[in-house]
């Protein structure tokens, strides 16, 4: 049967002007991921400054909870409304409008005067980010090229990193170089809302997603994106068809199971389930797993085996970001290759081990005040990431999207992110209450769950390596949901290299037997685009499912199609207008 591996391009990524051009709009979309790091790494660089803590007053560890906290507690106001957001106006404006709103967070957080203002500077950065950091994943996935739709996903999360090394070195140089004055914290602020800018006015040149295009009947325009960005324009491209042709049939069976969609819909059926109990385990253990110490507590953490001096922790801190992401960038390029599966259950075993090294290296320290147990607590917090950062920062957000169906995307990512709100609220108002009162003791906590989190993904995880997205969303629902997927994608290529019958209908008509079954995807996608693309602009079509034997979707129209022309005399299609021939040997292939 034919799959996707027979019709996309297996030269290099930069030698095709399309998938070149869509990574560079994808990059842009990738740096949600690294505001997302900046600001959370900006927070825990400026806490170490002795200005910032000056200008607050020497806040103790109940008001630092509250101060930590309150970007997440503005991203749970924010959770109900994001994939409202995302599914109703588009991912593009949702993620504008998320980034425009950060904007004024950070401009606010820079002027702060008193702790008030700075915790509501906090909640706004955390509404708007909530928003964008929504709808950007989703974008990344349903806009990548096939073939690098699981690194490219997996290097979303993975770009946090870059926001986070930039941050930790920016404080850094402030803290050296302003030391006394007031704006060793707050340049650190200012500089956060640059990229947000950048994001509100170059993503217009990106373009939205084909999957919500389709959903909305925009079925031109989905395919006219298809088209300059996985085919050279070239809109008659097998690999078109395929991907048009599964996600039409993706969508069709999402309304033939629910007719509406809501987050009761996250657990009415067994696929769905089985699919939130991991996206919502992975959320939480994201947090839960001894990470939250270093991120949100670094201070706490080296201060607990000697290190108090503020550059030194400062200097660890920002070579450690370095680590981490060149950990989580070989890993995301390694997602296919290695697959999800042995990727999570490596690092849970690894953090299993590390972190039960880090335990006893700091019970050694706080018992015997051995100076080598205190440098071993230092080694083992890199190696602890290393196994950490594996799995849980290139594939947390990566598996979670490519595991969920279109149709409750956006509202499964949401609740993903609401437990790992859930998560990082009580790590970041328990750890610091905790590590004050139980110091090394509290690590045994973290040490029991993750033996907990090792037995459940050993349970429960599944390998998704090796499909497209329709089709590893469609894993959870059984075989014969992924057999019609797939036979959409090989049926619409076969018609695309052998057979386009372009049919005007001067009325409705719901076809059923030949003109509706496996030649509809095709013959609806050559048609949809005919109409939409040949002015340089795709026009709405109206949808229509037919049924017949495998399911396959297809597109009437009301208009007529007088005006047809063949694309030109060189492109190898005959010049009939109802049956077009592809020369798979014609001289303007795409490859």
Known sequence: MENIADVVWTGPWWKNRGIRNLNFCIALVLMTSAI??????????????????????????????????????????????????????????????????????????????????????????????????????????????????????????????????????????????????????????????????VQCILIWFVPESPRWLVSKGRDGEAIAVLAKYHANNRERDPLVYFTYGQIREALSIEREVSKSSSYLQLFKTPGNRRRMRIVLAIGFFSQWSGNGLVSYYIKQVFAGVGVTDGSTVSLINGALQIW???????????????????????????????????????????????????????????????????????????????????????????????????????????????????????????????????????????????????????????QQQIDNIANVGHDAVTQSRHHYGFQAYGHRHHGSGGGAGANGAADGAAYAYGQGAKNGKSEDVELSLSRHNSMVPTIVTERDDSDWRPMSAETGYSQNKEFLKYRRDSSDRPW
């Open 36 to 197: 997302n790091g900046y600001d959370s790494s900006v927070l825990n660089g400026i806490q170490i400054m002795p200005e910032w803590e000056n200008d607050f007053k020497q806040p103790n560890s109940t008001t630092r909870g509250m101060i930590v906290a309150a970007q997440t507690f503005g991203a749970l106001i924010g959770l109900p409304f994001a994939p409202l957001l995302s599914d109703g106006i588009g991912r593009r404006k949702a993620l504008c409008l998320g980034s425009a709103i950060m904007c004024g967070g950070v401009i606010l957080q820079a002027m702060a005067t008193g702790v008030v203002h700075f915790v509501a500077s906090r909640i706004l950065v955390g509404i708007g980010l909530c928003f964008a950091t929504n709808s950007a994943p989703l974008l990344v996935t349903e806009l990548a090229y096939p073939t690098q739709r699981a690194p490219i996903t997996a290097m979303y999360n993975s770009s946090w990193y870059i926001g986070s090394i930039i941050s930790a070195w920016i404080t850094y140089a402030t803290l050296k170089t302003l030391q006394g004055s007031t704006w060793a914290w707050r340049i650190p602020s200012i500089l956060q809302a640059c990229p947000s800018l």
């Open 324 to 478: 981490n992401f060149f950990v989580a960038i070989t890993a995301a390029l390694l997602v296919d290759k290695i697959g999800r599966r042995p990727l999570f259950l490596t690092s849970n075993a690894g953090m299993l081990v590390t972190f039960g090294m880090w335990t006893l290296a700091a019970a050694l320290f706080n018992t015997r005040g051995d100076r080598g147990a205190a440098n071993a607590v230092i080694a083992m917090i890199p190696l602890f990431y290393l196994t950490y950062s594996i799995a849980y920062t290139p594939m947390l957000v990566a598996y979670t999207v490519e595991i969920l169906p279109f149709g409750i995307r956006a509202r499964g990512f949401a609740l993903m992110n609401f437990t790992i709100c859930v998560g990082i609220t009580t790590n970041q108002y328990v750890n610091p209450i905790a590590l004050e009162k139980l110091q090394w003791k509290y690590y045994l906590v973290y040490c029991a769950f993750l033996a907990f989190e090792l037995a459940y993904v050993f349970l429960f995880l599944i390998e998704t390596k090796g499909k497209t997205l329709e089709e590893t969303a469609a894993i959870f629902d059984g």
